[in-house]
């Protein structure tokens, strides 16, 4: 049974740099063709896809954001981290990791509850 | 970036009612994209992946279907538990991008 669950601060200040942990269960990251993306939805709006890292430590970022973003993976922890830098208001929103798995066409077909962080001094 | 131009952004249907929601890209994507369920302040729920596979556990009502660069989602007889938004994603090239949502409302 395939689990992921988000965790980090809910509140962050402007400028800081906000720091998301997800932790899974029920894969491996050490397997071909397993990843882990992070997605995330301000309040009332539309998703908006972040990143991706692999199994082989291949990452994959939103342009828009590539800047800021970086996210790493610990497979012995079976965790997946997020960090984006220079948070704003606008960064507000739940953030959500997700499994996919490219073999079987397994793209984010397992969700977290999501991470509700709110930006704002 | 790949844009997919979801619509129409919402519709109003009675329980029983067929609903037809469309996703288009901007450029051909072969059939690499999945349809997304979304209740208020759940996660979002994979409905269909490959444009028209149906996601175990996922009732029959839901189909998915096309290639290229146009794709509908059916709900064959909505049902109450149906009522949400939806959402496609493309996931043919990076950046990876979803459509802007339908939320589906009872009328």
């Known amino acids: 049974q395939i689990t992921l669950k988000e965790s980090g601060p809910t509140l962050v200040k402007p400028t800081q740099t906000l720091t998301l942990t997800c932790t899974f269960s029920?894969?491996?990251?050490?397997?071909?063709?397993?990843?882990v993306g992070w997605i995330r939805q301000p309040p009332g709006k539309a998703l908006e896809w972040l990143a991706v890292?692999?199994?082989?430590?291949?990452?994959r970022y939103s342009p828009s954001l590539k800047s800021r973003l970086t996210i790493t993976k610990d497979t012995s922890k079976n965790q997946v981290v997020l960090t984006m830098t220079n948070m704003d208001p606008v960064d507000t929103a739940t953030y959500y990791c997700?499994?996919?798995?490219?073999?079987?066409?397994?793209?984010?077909?397992?969700w977290g509850q999501g991470a509700l962080v709110t930006v704002s001094s | 970036d790949i844009q997919m131009t979801q619509s129409p952004s919402s519709l109003s249907a009675s329980v029983g009612d067929r609903v037809t929601i469309t996703c288009r890209a901007s450029?051909?994507?072969?059939?690499?994209l999945g349809w997304y369920q979304q209740k208020p302040g759940k996660a979002p729920k994979r409905l269909i992946y490959a444009a028209s596979g149906l996601q175990s556990g996922v009732p029959s009502r839901f189909s998915g279907s096309g290639s290229g660069t146009e794709f509908t989602l059916t709900i064959s007889s909505l049902q109450p538990e149906d009522f949400a938004t939806y959402y496609c994603?493309?996931?043919?090239?990076?950046?990876?991008?979803f459509g802007q949502g339908t939320k589906v409302e009872i009328k």
């Open positions: 997700a499994h996919l798995t490219l073999l079987t066409g397994g793209y984010f077909d397992y």
């Open positions: 994603l493309q996931h043919n090239s990076y950046p990876w991008t």
């Open positions: 450029q051909g994507i072969r059939n690499d």
């Open positions: 029920g894969f491996s990251l050490s397997i071909s063709g397993v990843g």
């Open positions: 890292v692999y199994w082989d430590d291949d990452k």
